[in-house]
């Protein structure tokens, strides 16, 4: 079925539905050249609403039956730039990253019993600029939240949207966007030295954690000395052997939390 056909049979309780789109849109801030993920996609309807305003958006929803209606509902509406995928989430958003993909905005609109935690941690892994999470149940959005949170993301703003009045019911409609580090050290040439030598990635990963409540990647901490110009060090990993050889990580940004 046609979204607008859907929204023409019934239309009080669709207005609703579509401020909860237009909220999704706002907080999305899509200025056309963007590529966004939808991990629950449903029948394509978030998608195409997006579609308007990115260069490329990808569905990504696990009920085959869906999938088939989303993509007859973006034929219908004469959307190209959409993609969409019968998969679980949580799997494909990592592989889809190692391919290259790096997404600008991932939505997420779970059922009442939210996110799994795996879907989670691949949303956060692939690094974009802002999450938008559209939630039916406030307890598995607090829930969900707070992995997030622990993940490196941090909430910006949240609506609530009525949409199911007289009742204890609500939508809401969250942005989240990865948090900014900005850590002022001030060290003597001994200190530095010191810290040259003692520190280790485990060392920051585990200060950053206990000092700051959220997770980095070893790669993520390359990327942070590189761009302050300091030594990387010698892979403290390094196999003692000879003709041992260590990998090197892709000259794309990294992924959070995959190998």
């Not at 963007?34 to 579609?51: N, Q, R």
């Not at 990115?54 to 973006?74: F, Q, T, Y």
């Not at 730039?81 to 905005?105: I, S, W």
Request: proline share 4%; hydrophobic share 35%.
């Amino acid at each position: 079925m046609c979204f607008w056909m859907s929204v023409a049979r019934k239309p009080k309780r669709n207005v609703k539905r579509l401020r909860v789109y237009e909220k999704v849109l706002a907080y999305a801030n899509l200025k056309g050249g963007e590529t966004v993920i939808d991990a629950y996609c449903s029948t394509g309807t978030i998608s195409l609403c997006l579609a308007k305003k990115a260069k490329r958006v990808i569905g990504i929803e696990i009920v085959k039956p869906a999938i088939e209606d989303a993509k007859k509902n973006a034929k219908m509406n004469h959307m190209e730039n959409t993609e969409f995928y019968a998969a679980d989430a949580g799997k494909l958003m990592p592989q889809l990253y190692r391919k290259g993909m790096v997404p600008d905005v991932i939505v997420m609109d779970p059922v009442r019993a939210g996110c799994s935690e795996e879907v989670l941690k691949a949303a956060a892994g692939m690094n974009p600029k802002r999450i938008v999470y559209v939630s039916c149940n406030p307890a598995t959005f607090a829930r969900d939240a707070k992995i997030l949170k622990s993940e490196g993301y941090e909430i910006k703003k949240v609506q609530p949207v009525d949409m199911f009045p007289q009742t204890m019911h609500v939508e809401t409609v969250a942005l989240l966007c990865r948090k900014d580090i900005e850590v002022k050290l001030e060290l003597d040439e001994e200190d530095v030295t010191k810290a040259e030598s003692k520190g280790t990635y485990e060392n920051i990963k585990e200060y950053i954690l206990g000092k700051y409540g959220f997770k980095v990647s070893t790669l993520y901490i390359a990327q942070i000395k590189r761009k302050c110009g300091l030594e990387l060090g010698e892979n403290y990993n390094k196999s003692k052997k000879d003709n041992s050889k260590v990998s090197e990580c892709p000259k794309r940004r990294g992924y959070h939390g995959y190998t």
